[in-house]
C-alpha cells in the first residue's frame, strides 16, 4: 500500500520539535519521504495536521465491556461488588470482542499503539494483529487462578505466548507480573527470570493507591518499588504503571534505572486514588515519563486526547503553576518518550520511521482559529477531529470510517456479550 | 416547524430521573407529546439518546478568537502580555466571527443556552438571535474604558441594551459587573440599581484566584462576596462565576440568598488559579450549582460534556472519594440546576416545556456497550457523538452539519479575524 499526505501541517516530533508544511509519501511500512512530493499513491489525504500515532502505555483492553459498570463507588467495593465478579465469568469470545472495541475507540481517537496487560492475552494479541494495531501483550502473572487458567500453569503459558509471539510484525509480548500485593516476591523472580531469558519488556502496577503502598509495607518491610528492585525487576525494560505515591527518593532510583513511569491520570481521578505522580520532579531528575488511560471501566474512556489534557491541567492546577507542565512535554509523553522507551522506530515523523500517523481535519469550531498547532492537540482536540489513522503503513481509518471493520456487527456483538455477563 | 423523534432513549431529567424509551413530537418551540407517536413531521429522528440541551453559565463567547494563543504561562503574563493587548484591538466585526464560531463550537457539542459576559454584548445578542441559540447576554460594567466605549458610557448603554433585548424570545439581557476588583463600589451599586429597575439577572466573577481575594481584602477590609453582598448584589437573581476560593462561611451566604454559584472547573485548572469551589459543602448546604466552560483563551474548549467529566473527576481526586459527586449530580448541574435558577422552562424533557433538546448517536465506540446512560453522558462521552441539536423548537445541528450555516466561510473569516488581531 502507498499512501500520499499532500499539503499538510506535519507536527514531526523530531529532535527540533519541527513543524512543517508539506508532503509525506508512505510505502509499506515505511515513511520515505518528506517534502514537496508529486508522484501516484493508493490514497491521497490533503491538508490535514499531521502527527505521529500516539502511544496508550497503559491498558486493560477488554475492560470496555465494563464500561459505565459500577461508577462513583469506593475502589474497594467498585472492585469487590462489580469488577471481580463480572471477571470471573469472561471467557475468550468476551475477551476478542470487548479488545476489538477497544481498538477501534483508541484509532478513533488518535491511538496507534498499545501497551496491555490482561488475562487471555494471547486472544487479545490475535485480535491486534488482525485489526492491524501496534501492541505490547502483557501476559499477566499473578497469584490467583485467573478465568483463563490455574495460577500454577501462568509461567510456562508465558513463555509459551513469548516464544510464539516473539518476532511478530505489530505484536510483542511483555512480561506483566501484576504488582508487589499481588504477587508474592517468588512470582516476582519468576517473571524477572522469564523476561530475562526472553529479553523482554516488563509491565507492572507500581504504587497506584496509598493502601497498598501500606498493604506491602506491612507484608514485606518494604513500599512497592523497593520490593519491585529487590526482586530485580527495577530496569531499563520496566514500565511501572501509575506510581501516584512514590517518593522523592524514589523519582531518583526510577530514573537511575532508565525505568519508564506511566501516568494515568484520569483512571486515578476518578477512582480517587489520591496522590500525585510527581511529574515536576520526575521530569527534574530526568525519568522518562509516559502517558496511559488505563481500563476502560475505570476511565472511562481510552483517548489519549483527553488523557493529555488531564495531564498538563492537573499538575498545573496541584501546583498552582500554569507553565509547570507545557504542551509539548505532555505531546512528548504520548509520543516520542514510549517510542524512545520502547526502541520503537516511530514515535516522530522522519524519513524511514515506520508510518504509525494520525491524520486530524483542523476545519472544526474547536481548532479554529489556528495560533499554535501544539496547544490544540493537547488542550483543545476532540477525538473525532482525527479523520485518518495508519498504522505500519497501512490506512485502517479513511475520512473517519474503519476500512475493514463492519462497526454495527461490532457493536451489535459487545452488546451480547455484555448481556451474557451480566446473566446468571 | 415540527420534529418527531422516534425509538429513543429519553433522559427527562424530570423530577424522577426518569429513563423511558419512546418518542417525542415537537411544534413550534414546545415538546407536544412523549410517548409512542405516530404523525407526520417535517424532520424524523430514529434512535438516538435524547437529552435536555446543555447550559453552558460561564462564557466570553469572542474569545475563542484567542484559542491557543498564549498558554502555560502564569496568569499575570498571560492577561498582560497575550490576551489585553489583543482585547484592546477588539472591533464589532472581529466580535461577530468569534461569536458564531464559538455558537458552533458550542452547539457541535450539545450546547443549547449560554450565560456570556464580555464587551459588545449587542453584537453577541445579534449573533444569538441569527443564530438561535439562547443566550443570556451579560452587559459587562467595568472601571476601565473597554474596546467598545469610554467608561463613563457603561452605566447608559447598559439601559438602553436592556430595553432592546427585554422582550426577546432568544436573548435575555444580564447585568454583569466584572467583579469586585475592576469595580468600585459605586459600580456595582449602579449595577445593582440597574439590575433591579429592569428585574434583571446579575452576573459577576467572584473569588476565582487567591491574589483577588487579598487584592480586594486589602483594597476594602472585605472578601468579594462580602463586597458584593454590601452593596446589594448578592441575591436571588445573582451568578457568581469561579468561587474557587469562598470559605464555608460563604458557601451559608450564597446558599441562604439562593444566588447560584457557576463551577469552571477546566478554566480554573488550566489557569492554575489554585483553591477548590467546595462542590460537596455547596451541595451540603443546598446551594444552587451550575457549570461552565469560561472562555476558549483559558479553556480551551467550549465543551460541557468535558466540562462535566472534570467536575466529577477533580474532586473525587481532591477528597480520595469516588463517590462524592456522582455522575446524576453533575448532570443535573448542567441541565435542571441552571433552567430552575434561570426559570428558564427547559432543562428537562417534558410536555410542555421549551423544546431545547440534544440528539447522541450512541451507536460509537466510546459508548459501547450501554450500561448507565447517565454514566455515559458525564464520563464517555465525545463531543462529535451529537447528531442533531434542537433549540427553541428549530433544528439547527442535522445528522452533524449546520442547516443554515456555511461552515468553510466562518473558518476562513475567523482565520482572517485572527490575522488582523496579531497584526500592528
Redesign the interface.
Known amino acids: 500500500m502507498s499512501i500520499l499526505i499532500k499539503d499538510s501541517i506535519i507536527v514531526t516530533q523530531n529532535v527540533s520539535n519541527e513543524i512543517i508544511r508539506g508532503d509525506i509519501y508512505i510505502e509499506d511500512n515505511k515513511i520515505v519521504e518528506i517534502g514537496k512530493i508529486n508522484i501516484e499513491a493508493d490514497f491521497v489525504i490533503r491538508n490535514r495536521i499531521v502527527i505521529p500515532g500516539l502511544i496508550n502505555m497503559h491498558t486493560h483492553l477488554p475492560m470496555?465491556?465494563?464500561?459505565?459498570?459500577g461508577?462513583?463507588?469506593?475502589?474497594e467495593e467498585?472492585l469487590t461488588t462489580r469488577i471481580w465478579p463480572i471477571e470471573a465469568k469472561l471467557k475468550a469470545e468476551h475477551i476478542a470482542i470487548g479488545t476489538k472495541?477497544?481498538f477501534?475507540?483508541m484509532v478513533?481517537?488518535g491511538t496507534t499503539c498499545c501497551n496491555d496487560m490482561y488475562f487471555f492475552e494471547d486472544v487479545i494479541a490475535n485480535e491486534a494483529k488482525k485489526f492491524g494495531i501496534r501492541c505490547y501483550a502483557g501476559f499477566s502473572l499473578i497469584d490467583f487462578d485467573t478465568p483463563e487458567m490455574k495460577r500454577e500453569c501462568l509461567p510456562s503459558e508465558c513463555e509459551n505466548f513469548i516464544k510464539k509471539w516473539k518476532n511478530d510484525e505489530l505484536v510483542e509480548p511483555v512480561v506483566a507480573p501484576h504488582s508487589t500485593y499481588a504477587c508474592s516476591p517468588e512470582t516476582l523472580q519468576k517473571a524477572k527470570e522469564i523476561a530475562e531469558k526472553y529479553n523482554c519488556f516488563i509491565h507492572i502496577h507500581c504504587s497506584e493507591t496509598r493502601y497498598e503502598v501500606y498493604d506491602v509495607l506491612n507484608k514485606y518491610g518494604k513500599r512497592p518499588l523497593q520490593q519491585i528492585k529487590d526482586n530485580g525487576l527495577l530496569t531499563e525494560k520496566t514500565m511501572l504503571a501509575h506510581c501516584g505515591w512514590i517518593t522523592k527518593e524514589e523519582v531518583k532510583e526510577i530514573a537511575l534505572a532508565n525505568a519508564c513511569v506511566i501516568h494515568n491520570p484520569?483512571s486515578?481521578?476518578?477512582?480517587?486514588?489520591?496522590g500525585y505522580t510527581p511529574l515536576p520532579e520526575l521530569m527534574e531528575a530526568n525519568a522518562i515519563i509516559t502517558l496511559g488511560t488505563d481500563g476502560?471501566a475505570s476511565?472511562?474512556?481510552?483517548?489519549m486526547f483527553?488523557t493529555m489534557?488531564?495531564t498538563?491541567?492537573?499538575h498545573?492546577?496541584h501546583?498552582?503553576?500554569?507553565?509547570?507542565v507545557?504542551?509539548q512535554e505532555v505531546l512528548d509523553m504520548a509520543t516520542v518518550n514510549p517510542a524512545g522507551f520502547l526502541e520503537l522506530n516511530a514515535g516522530c515523523i522522519e524519513e524511514g520511521k515506520l508510518a504509525d500517523i494520525v491524520c486530524i481535519d483542523y476545519?472544526?469550531?474547536?481548532l479554529?482559529?489556528?495560533?499554535?498547532v501544539i496547544?490544540?492537540l493537547v488542550?483543545?482536540m476532540?477525538?473525532?477531529n482525527v479523520s485518518d489513522v495508519i498504522i505500519n503503513g497501512k490506512l485502517i481509518l479513511h475520512e473517519r470510517k474503519f476500512l475493514n471493520i463492519d462497526?454495527?456487527k461490532?457493536?451489535e456483538e459487545?452488546?451480547k456479550?455484555?448481556e451474557d455477563l451480566l446473566s446468571e
Open positions: 470496555t465491556l465494563l464500561r459505565g459498570y461508577d462513583d463507588l469506593p475502589l467498585w472495541l477497544a477501534m475507540e478513533r481517537s484520569v486515578n481521578m476518578k477512582l480517587a486514588t489520591g476502560a476511565n472511562n474512556k481510552l483517548d483527553e489534557k488531564f498538563a491541567l492537573i498545573k492546577h501546583r498552582w503553576d500554569a507553565s509547570i507545557k504542551a476545519k472544526a469550531p474547536n479554529t482559529p489556528l495560533h499554535n496547544s490544540h488542550y483543545a476532540d477525538a473525532h462497526e454495527e461490532v457493536y459487545a452488546e456479550a455484555k
